[in-house]
T-cell receptor, first 117, second 114 residues
């Protein structure tokens, strides 16, 4: 069964500092990989996704993520954090291409990001 | 295109009552998903539809839960005889049935069982 580990429950960074959120997954092949962001009381917004190809993926709001097959990781990064980035971030894995498209997705527990002035 | 719409946004109910939530997917998205998110956890898959067919159900979807999508457009999720453990955010998402695509989520329905 697929699983996702986000080892950091809470992270606090200063505004303007760089950010890296960790994500490790367990899956038999290369899955679909996603990062979503959720503001309090809101739904999920997709930041970026990896299906295949270039292992460095650019997303919205200045985020990027790098897929590392050897480490089963898909860490999210941002060079300079803004106060509006404070939210909860979820890494997720889905069935890989070839199985009919997006189906059920397994989410990690989430990392709550706090940004201090 | 107004995105995935869920109604109501909040629901407070007494234990033992039945509740029903509605989800309107993005038009042309024939896949529809339900997830449940409890406090401090990530969303957990409940079920998904392709058109009106319910293709997969999680073990989390007990007998008290039923989801329908009768005409392949909107969907409803009903919980019968609610329990306090059902308190959660219920998220709906939709997608196209394409290989390299993603799901778009609604803002969720927050259920509180008292």
């Amino acid at each position: 069964a697929q699983s996702v580990t986000q080892p950091d429950i809470h992270i606090t960074v200063s505004e303007g500092a760089s950010l890296e959120l960790r994500c490790n997954y367990s899956y038999g092949a290369t899955p679909y990989l996603f990062w979503y962001v959720q503001s309090p009381g809101q739904g999920l917004q997709l930041l970026l996704k990896y299906f295949s190809g270039d292992t460095l993926v650019q997303g919205i709001k200045g985020f990027e993520a790098e897929f590392k097959r050897s480490q089963s990781s898909f860490n999210l990064r941002k060079p300079s954090v803004h106060w509006s980035d404070a939210a909860e971030y979820f890494c997720a894995v889905g069935d890989p291409p070839g199985l009919g498209g997006y189906q059920k997705v397994t989410f990690g527990i989430g990392t709550k990001l706090q940004v201090i002035p | 295109d107004t995105g995935v719409s869920q109604d109501p946004r909040h629901k407070i109910t007494k234990r033992g009552q039945n509740v029903t939530f509605r989800c309107d997917p993005i038009s042309e998205h024939n896949r529809l998903y339900w997830y449940r998110q409890t406090l401090g956890q990530g969303p957990e898959f409940l079920t998904y539809f392709q058109n009106e067919a319910q293709l997969e159900k999680s073990r989390l979807l007990s007998d008290r839960f039923s989801a329908e999508r009768p005409k392949g457009s909107f969907s409803t999720l009903e919980i019968q005889r609610t329990e306090q453990g059902d308190s959660a955010m219920y998220l709906c998402a939709s997608s196209l049935p394409l290989m390299n695509t993603e799901a778009f989520f609604g803002q969720g329905t927050r259920l509180t069982v008292v």
